[in-house]
């Protein structure tokens, strides 16, 4: 049995495991900052992740691509260099998408212009998008996204959706609502390698348990079976 | 009742520290009493559809408690637990009752289902039908003591009764999507889910009835020619206990925004009785009555921590002084409570000052008891940082906000003395040594006001956050702290959480007061037992309740 509570949770009888959304947003937190992202990065991606599965969309397909393809790679030079600018390079050549994201997301651009160069998983870049803007279109090799307030509609490709390179992103106004909509989910699906890539990453967080660590830490003290 | 002139909220400064944190009290505005007065108003109505427990006590039971527009059911099951296994610790593997609350009312294929993993607790898989896990143990000395006394046809000992305060103990009760339960998002919208914990404090209302239920049935199995049931009076005694470790504390550093909800509510409470004008005959009367119930529970609370012993003399002896002053103060004066509240803040300790606090709520529910409506919120509408802000601005808020961690030695071991991780081993919130153990690589982000140091350290020219976080992305956690912070005066604990003298045990009892728990009992710096629901009216007791009155123990002359 794999360490770590969510993977350990197999359910004894009954099929059919859904995970519920605090239980991903928490593991996709945990894992991103196991994955080398600071606390306030790994809460972003966390984030992103949440509002990607509240949509049906597969945010921990992506963070785990994403965080296997960024492990151990300095993120700094991974940000736009130019943020005020309407096309966004970096200086790595890839784009990190939380990264970028959390720029765009803190800059509060009302524009909707933007060219993005060499965008690493941009699934993962949408929600700060949309945060940022409540209508706008972003657009991929093979994926169009549209939103409007709280509606999203999208027309993808099969695998361009979990592309983990965008050789051209861009963000622009919303014109007119195309492609299939997608309706609240309140549940989500993890496949058994996402799930193992995200515990994986996750237990970079845990501390190695000592047995005075486990008496002392929890708080050991008067006797308890009274 | 005229409410001029308008009395001031008191500062965060002076609420979010450790200290008076830690000597809250329970109040009107605890989320038991909202959800018993919610019951009682809507009429809910209760049944017990299955009780199938053979004489081992082994077997399952379902408690239904059906409201205006929904259903929940308490789904329990009885175990025959080896006493060798029994331990409230988190790291326990096995308990003496197990429970989830469904959402509606279970058909069998979802009791098969729960079967397979209720009793598994974390190891096991609940759904989204589900909205809470939990299990109990029992008290062996009274758990025997009441069987045995009823089997034979005699009451239990009433001051075992009161020194234990309960049959069962809680060691957990999860809600909000742990181990794959609903979303509390999926709920919340729901009028009577709407409100703090509701969902979990229905769950541990409900086990109370199933555990008094359980009690007689297993002296019945031991001797059905002479067992009795419990009297109503005795019966109310009985709470439900609560071991409560670490794990709670972090959760009020990670939800700012409903903090600050909470203690917002709890001091407007404060600010509109201390405003009122005139006290009426009746109020007057009210107030003196829980003043008196106060002491009775103050000097009823058992501890043998010495912590808490120290702190149960203060209580005891400010409940002396304030029954004293009770007796000489003209209370029909202008602004009688504002007085009484000046007065407690040079005559009181931090205990009693707390505990004034809880009671002068209590005459007021017109007042106070809506404010439950502001006390639920939604993190994730302060959450998004504001980059268009200036470093200038933000070390403004700094300065304000954490003015007291920005004075400290941070080069020093004390005030970083401690180390917040989660270990491998449980997947639980631990408290280390920073100096003794190798820990600071595993630190949570749970030292708002040493990372606020570092932020204000390194925040050195002027310019756009954004630009800012971008070469810092390690400080981007305590900016969006300060961001909600400046909105919210009571979203940060004003208090070093990793400070060589600081006590787990103020976090816990902070939000224990406001689940409404009493007797709280440190048994080591870092977890505490509590009791709930003591005294509260049993389901078919709740028509008759319907004052909000039972939360302190009742005089003698009243108890009958």
Known sequence: MRQGRLGASTPARGGGVTWSLGEVEALARKAARGGGLTWGMADEAAKAVLWLVSFGLPGPDALAGYLQDFDEVDRSSSLPTDPLSDTWRAASGQLCPIATGTVLSDLQRSDVSLTLHSLSWPLLFLPFAAWSTNTARLEWQGVTFQWFDASLCVSAENQALLSNHARLASLSPNTQDTGKHFKRAWRADLSEATLQDLTHFAARTYAPETDASKLSGAGAGLKDED | MSETPRIDLRSPEMVMKLARMGSFHQSRLSFMRQLL???????????????????????????????????????????????????????????????????????????????????????????????????????????????????????????????????????????????????????????????????????????????????????????????????????????????????????????????????????????????????????????????????????????????????????????????????????????????????????????????????????????????????????????????????????????????????????AQAPQARVWYVSENKLEPRLGERFEEPLSDYEQPLSPGRDAARLYRDLDEDEPLAAFLMRHPEHRHIARRAQISARMSYAEIRDNTIDAAMLPIDMLRMKLSFFGASEFDPRSDRWVRITMFQHAPFPDELSACAKDDWALPPLPEAAE
């Open chain 2, 37 to 411: 007065r919610r019951l009682s108003s809507e009429n809910w109505r209760f049944e017990t559809s299955v009780f199938d427990i053979d004489a081992r006590g082994v077997g399952h039971a379902v408690y239904t408690a059906h409201g205006p527009e929904r259903s929940y059911s308490l789904v329990a099951f009885a175990h025959d637990l080896p006493p060798e296994m029994r331990s409230d610790r988190v790291i326990a593997t096995a308990w003496d009752t197990t429970f989830t609350l469904f959402d509606g009312v279970p058909e069998q294929s979802d009791i098969h289902r729960l079967h397979a993993n209720v009793p598994l607790q974390e190891e096991g898989r609940i759904s989204g039908q589900e909205l809470t896990l939990s299990r109990a143990n029992r008290s062996v000395r009274l758990w025997d003591h009441v069987v045995s006394r009823l089997a034979s046809g005699q009451q239990p000992d009433a001051e075992l009764v009161d020194q234990v305060g309960y049959l069962m103990r809680t060691t957990a009760v999860y809600g909000s999507g742990k181990f794959g339960a609903a979303d509390r998002e999926a709920i919340a919208d729901r009028d009577e889910c709407h409100g703090p914990f509701q969902v979990e404090m229905l769950t541990v209302y409900l086990i109370r009835t199933f555990v008094m239920d359980l009690v007689e049935h297993m002296a019945r199995a031991l001797a059905p020619e002479t067992a009795v049931k419990l009297d109503p009076a005795m019966r109310r005694r009985f709470g439900i206990g609560n071991s409560t470790g670490l794990g709670m504390a972090p959760f009020l550093v990670t939800h700012p925004a409903l903090l600050n909800a909470w203690i917002s509510a709890r001091e407007e409470a404060l600010a509109r009785v201390r405003s009122v004008a005139q006290a009426s005959e009746a109020e007057i009367t009210h107030f003196r009555q829980a003043a008196a119930r106060a002491r009775l529970h103050a000097y009823g609370w058992h501890s043998e921590h010495p912590i808490q012993i120290e702190k149960l003399n203060d209580l005891r002896v400010d409940m002396d002084r304030l029954l004293a002053h009770l007796e000489t103060v003209d209370l029909t004066a202008p602004q009688p409570w504002e007085a009484l509240h000046l007065w407690a803040e040079t005559q009181l300790t931090v205990e009693g000052q707390e505990m004034l606090v809880s009671l002068l709520m209590e005459p007021y529910g017109p007042l106070v008891d809506e404010l439950a409506h502001c006390m639920a919120t939604d993190e994730a509408m302060c959450w998004r940082i504001d980059g268009t802000m200036t470093t200038t601005a933000l070390r403004g808020i700094l300065e304000d906000v954490y003015g007291w961690a920005l004075d400290l030695d941070w080069e």
